[in-house]
């Protein structure tokens, strides 16, 4: 089974920096696309940064220029670095993962999974 370990988030002051990890483990045979989602409370799941396997990245307006997402393809992980950090940061942040398995009939198969979340809270 395939599993995904974050780590990273925690308190933080107005203008401090933090960085996610996430870690996918199992029987994976290629990731393709490796995202963070935030989900602030009550609110709707939201995408904030994505990368693909070539390592061409993907930002919301939002959060363009002071987060940086990355991934270490050899390690299966990617992290995503938060600056100059906002109240309106607050939130829970969720990897998410798309990527294919090789089953036991020898075929490809496409899956994604999500991160149980990481807390980030920014307050002064």
């Known amino acids: 089974q395939v599993q995904l370990e974050e780590s990273g988030g925690g308190f933080v002051r107005p203008g401090g920096s933090l960085r996610l990890s996430c870690a996918a483990s199992g029987s994976i045979y290629t990731i393709n696309a490796m995202e963070w989602y935030r989900q602030a409370p009550g609110s709707q799941r939201e995408l904030v940064a994505s990368i693909v396997s070539g390592g061409d990245t993907t930002y919301a307006d939002a959060w363009k220029g002071r987060f940086t997402i990355a991934r270490d393809n050899a390690k299966n992980a990617v992290y995503l670095q938060m600056s100059n950090l906002k109240e309106e940061d607050t939130a829970v942040y969720l990897c998410?993962?798309?990527?294919?398995?090789?089953?036991?009939?020898?075929?490809?198969?496409?899956?994604?999974?999500w991160g149980q979340g990481t807390l980030v809270n920014v307050s002064s």
């Open positions: 998410h993962v798309e990527y294919m398995i090789k089953d036991s009939d020898n075929l490809y198969k496409f899956r994604e999974l």
